[in-house]
Protein backbone atom coordinates (compact mmCIF):
# COMPACT_ATOMS: atom_id res chain seq x y z
CA UNK A 1 0.00 0.00 0.00
CA UNK A 2 3.44 2.30 0.32
CA UNK A 3 2.59 5.37 -1.88
CA UNK A 4 6.12 6.11 -2.09
CA UNK A 5 9.14 3.73 -1.50
CA UNK A 6 12.25 3.88 -1.57
CA UNK A 7 15.44 2.02 -0.98
CA UNK A 8 17.28 1.17 0.75
CA UNK A 9 16.27 3.05 4.15
CA UNK A 10 19.98 2.90 5.49
CA UNK A 11 23.38 3.09 3.44
CA UNK A 12 26.49 3.10 5.13
CA UNK A 13 29.32 3.17 2.96
CA UNK A 14 33.12 4.20 2.52
CA UNK A 15 33.87 7.50 0.83
CA UNK A 16 34.72 6.91 -3.19
CA UNK A 17 32.25 4.06 -3.35
CA UNK A 18 29.51 4.21 -6.13
CA UNK A 19 25.44 4.01 -4.97
CA UNK A 20 22.35 4.20 -5.74
CA UNK A 21 18.75 4.90 -3.99
CA UNK A 22 15.99 3.36 -5.99
CA UNK A 23 12.36 5.27 -5.83
CA UNK A 24 8.83 4.06 -7.28
CA UNK A 25 5.50 5.26 -6.79
CA UNK A 26 1.70 3.97 -7.22
CA UNK A 27 0.27 7.00 -7.46
CA UNK A 28 -0.15 7.33 -10.90
CA UNK A 29 1.78 10.57 -10.56
CA UNK A 30 3.58 12.49 -13.57
CA UNK A 31 5.88 14.21 -11.71
CA UNK A 32 8.81 12.66 -9.27
CA UNK A 33 11.90 14.68 -7.16
CA UNK A 34 14.59 13.90 -5.36
CA UNK A 35 15.11 16.33 -2.37
CA UNK A 36 18.54 16.18 -0.03
CA UNK A 37 17.87 17.03 3.57
CA UNK A 38 21.25 17.63 5.64
CA UNK A 39 21.68 17.56 9.42
CA UNK A 40 20.22 21.17 9.84
CA UNK A 41 16.84 19.60 8.25
CA UNK A 42 16.99 22.08 5.36
CA UNK A 43 14.81 20.09 2.10
CA UNK A 44 16.81 21.03 -0.78
CA UNK A 45 15.61 20.15 -4.15
CA UNK A 46 18.14 18.21 -6.38
CA UNK A 47 16.24 16.99 -9.72
CA UNK A 48 12.39 16.44 -10.89
CA UNK A 49 11.11 14.71 -13.93
CA UNK A 50 8.25 14.82 -15.14
CA UNK A 51 6.80 12.21 -17.29
CA UNK A 52 10.20 11.09 -17.43
CA UNK A 53 11.68 14.02 -18.75
CA UNK A 54 14.15 15.96 -16.74
CA UNK A 55 12.92 19.81 -15.70
CA UNK A 56 14.44 20.42 -13.01
CA UNK A 57 18.05 20.52 -12.26
CA UNK A 58 19.36 22.11 -9.60
CA UNK A 59 23.25 23.23 -8.90
CA UNK A 60 24.28 19.25 -7.74
CA UNK A 61 27.53 17.77 -8.71
CA UNK A 62 27.75 15.58 -11.44
CA UNK A 63 28.45 12.82 -9.70
CA UNK A 64 24.84 12.67 -9.59
CA UNK A 65 22.86 11.13 -11.97
CA UNK A 66 18.84 11.08 -11.89
CA UNK A 67 17.29 8.15 -14.41
CA UNK A 68 13.77 7.36 -14.56
CA UNK A 69 13.25 4.50 -16.80
CA UNK A 70 9.14 4.99 -16.79
CA UNK A 71 7.19 7.85 -15.15
CA UNK A 72 6.78 5.79 -11.80
CA UNK A 73 10.08 5.08 -11.26
CA UNK A 74 13.07 7.42 -10.31
CA UNK A 75 16.93 6.71 -9.25
CA UNK A 76 19.54 8.35 -8.30
CA UNK A 77 22.87 7.17 -8.61
CA UNK A 78 25.98 8.35 -7.33
CA UNK A 79 29.41 8.28 -8.03
CA UNK A 80 32.56 8.97 -6.22
CA UNK A 81 30.77 9.08 -2.81
CA UNK A 82 31.91 12.06 -0.75
CA UNK A 83 31.65 13.01 3.30
CA UNK A 84 29.54 15.86 2.71
CA UNK A 85 27.13 13.70 0.62
CA UNK A 86 25.67 12.15 4.06
CA UNK A 87 22.34 13.19 4.67
CA UNK A 88 18.71 11.81 4.16
CA UNK A 89 17.89 11.56 1.05
CA UNK A 90 13.60 11.67 -0.11
CA UNK A 91 12.14 10.55 -2.94
CA UNK A 92 8.60 12.60 -3.91
CA UNK A 93 5.92 12.65 -6.46
CA UNK A 94 3.15 14.62 -6.90
CA UNK A 95 0.41 14.99 -9.49
CA UNK A 96 2.07 18.39 -10.60
CA UNK A 97 4.09 21.04 -9.70
CA UNK A 98 1.61 22.83 -7.91
CA UNK A 99 0.08 19.69 -6.09
CA UNK A 100 0.52 18.26 -2.99
CA UNK A 101 4.13 16.38 -2.79
CA UNK A 102 3.89 12.42 -1.20
CA UNK A 103 7.34 11.80 0.23
CA UNK A 104 8.91 8.24 0.51
CA UNK A 105 10.49 7.50 4.30
CA UNK A 106 14.08 8.58 3.22
CA UNK A 107 17.30 6.96 2.78
CA UNK A 108 19.90 7.86 5.64
CA UNK A 109 22.96 7.88 3.48
CA UNK A 110 26.28 7.23 6.05
CA UNK A 111 29.98 8.13 4.12
CA UNK A 112 32.68 6.77 6.51
CA UNK B 1 15.24 33.09 -7.99
CA UNK B 2 12.74 32.57 -5.43
CA UNK B 3 13.34 32.22 -2.10
CA UNK B 4 11.20 30.85 1.14
CA UNK B 5 11.52 32.38 4.60
CA UNK B 6 10.10 30.96 7.43
CA UNK B 7 10.78 32.38 11.09
CA UNK B 8 11.17 31.37 13.83
CA UNK B 9 13.44 28.59 13.66
CA UNK B 10 12.66 27.26 17.22
CA UNK B 11 8.94 27.59 18.83
CA UNK B 12 8.25 26.60 21.97
CA UNK B 13 4.97 26.87 23.61
CA UNK B 14 2.91 25.46 26.67
CA UNK B 15 0.00 22.58 25.88
CA UNK B 16 -3.22 24.67 24.90
CA UNK B 17 -1.29 27.58 23.61
CA UNK B 18 -1.79 28.42 19.95
CA UNK B 19 1.28 28.63 17.78
CA UNK B 20 2.15 30.46 14.83
CA UNK B 21 4.86 30.21 11.95
CA UNK B 22 5.20 33.12 9.74
CA UNK B 23 6.87 32.97 6.29
CA UNK B 24 7.93 35.08 3.32
CA UNK B 25 8.16 34.33 -0.49
CA UNK B 26 9.82 36.18 -3.29
CA UNK B 27 7.89 35.41 -6.39
CA UNK B 28 4.55 37.10 -6.82
CA UNK B 29 4.04 34.69 -9.68
CA UNK B 30 3.76 31.92 -6.71
CA UNK B 31 0.51 30.23 -6.86
CA UNK B 32 0.50 27.48 -4.38
CA UNK B 33 1.15 27.17 -0.79
CA UNK B 34 1.88 23.96 1.16
CA UNK B 35 2.48 23.30 4.67
CA UNK B 36 4.13 19.89 5.67
CA UNK B 37 4.86 18.38 9.18
CA UNK B 38 7.82 16.20 9.86
CA UNK B 39 8.19 14.25 12.73
CA UNK B 40 11.29 13.32 14.28
CA UNK B 41 12.76 10.20 11.78
CA UNK B 42 9.44 9.98 9.71
CA UNK B 43 9.09 11.82 6.12
CA UNK B 44 7.52 15.18 5.62
CA UNK B 45 3.70 15.03 5.28
CA UNK B 46 1.41 17.58 3.85
CA UNK B 47 -0.83 19.05 6.69
CA UNK B 48 -2.83 22.03 4.82
CA UNK B 49 -2.03 23.82 1.25
CA UNK B 50 -3.43 27.03 0.03
CA UNK B 51 -3.83 28.83 -3.78
CA UNK B 52 -3.34 32.27 -4.14
CA UNK B 53 -7.14 32.81 -4.90
CA UNK B 54 -7.67 32.18 -1.56
CA UNK B 55 -7.19 34.39 1.44
CA UNK B 56 -7.56 31.55 4.23
CA UNK B 57 -8.36 28.10 4.93
CA UNK B 58 -9.29 25.91 8.08
CA UNK B 59 -9.07 22.49 9.02
CA UNK B 60 -9.89 21.71 12.66
CA UNK B 61 -7.26 22.97 14.51
CA UNK B 62 -4.95 24.23 11.39
CA UNK B 63 -5.58 27.49 9.38
CA UNK B 64 -3.13 29.23 6.72
CA UNK B 65 -3.72 32.88 5.87
CA UNK B 66 -2.56 34.02 2.53
CA UNK B 67 -1.47 37.66 1.96
CA UNK B 68 -0.37 38.09 -1.61
CA UNK B 69 -0.16 41.73 -1.56
CA UNK B 70 2.95 41.07 1.13
CA UNK B 71 3.62 38.04 -0.15
CA UNK B 72 3.37 36.44 3.71
CA UNK B 73 1.30 33.57 4.52
CA UNK B 74 1.19 32.30 7.83
CA UNK B 75 0.31 28.82 9.79
CA UNK B 76 -1.72 29.05 12.75
CA UNK B 77 -2.07 25.79 15.12
CA UNK B 78 -4.30 25.90 17.91
CA UNK B 79 -5.27 24.13 21.11
CA UNK B 80 -1.83 22.60 20.92
CA UNK B 81 -0.78 19.50 22.11
CA UNK B 82 2.19 17.50 22.48
CA UNK B 83 1.77 15.27 19.26
CA UNK B 84 2.01 18.72 17.30
CA UNK B 85 5.90 18.72 18.43
CA UNK B 86 7.71 18.39 15.09
CA UNK B 87 9.71 19.95 12.12
CA UNK B 88 6.90 22.03 10.08
CA UNK B 89 8.06 23.11 6.60
CA UNK B 90 6.46 25.98 4.43
CA UNK B 91 6.59 26.41 0.49
CA UNK B 92 6.06 27.66 -2.51
CA UNK B 93 5.39 26.56 -5.72
CA UNK B 94 4.11 27.51 -8.98
CA UNK B 95 6.10 30.99 -9.69
CA UNK B 96 8.02 31.81 -13.16
CA UNK B 97 11.18 32.96 -11.57
CA UNK B 98 11.75 29.63 -9.71
CA UNK B 99 10.68 27.99 -13.30
CA UNK B 100 7.83 26.28 -11.57
CA UNK B 101 9.72 24.18 -8.92
CA UNK B 102 8.97 24.15 -5.17
CA UNK B 103 11.35 26.35 -2.96
CA UNK B 104 11.18 25.05 0.70
CA UNK B 105 11.55 27.46 3.59
CA UNK B 106 14.19 26.43 6.40
CA UNK B 107 11.83 25.35 8.65
CA UNK B 108 10.32 26.02 12.63
CA UNK B 109 11.04 23.00 14.95
CA UNK B 110 7.70 23.12 17.50
CA UNK B 111 7.99 21.99 21.17
CA UNK B 112 4.75 21.72 22.97
CA UNK B 113 5.37 20.99 26.27
CA UNK B 114 3.06 18.86 28.64
Known amino acids: DTAVSQTPKYLVTQMGNDKSIKCEQN?????MYWYKQDSKKFLKIMFSYNNKELIINETVPNRFSPKSPDKAHLNLHINSLELGDSAVYFC???????????FGDGTRLSIL | GENVEQHPSTLSVQEGDSAVIKCTYS??????FPWYKQELGKRPQLIID?????GEKKDQRIAVTLNKTAKHFSLHITETQPEDSAVYFC?????????????FGAGTRLFVKA
Open chain 2, 27 to 32: DSASNY
Open chain 2, 50 to 54: IRSNV
Open chain 2, 91 to 103: AASGGLTGGFKTI
Open chain 1, 27 to 31: LGHDT
Open chain 1, 92 to 102: ASSQGQDQPQH
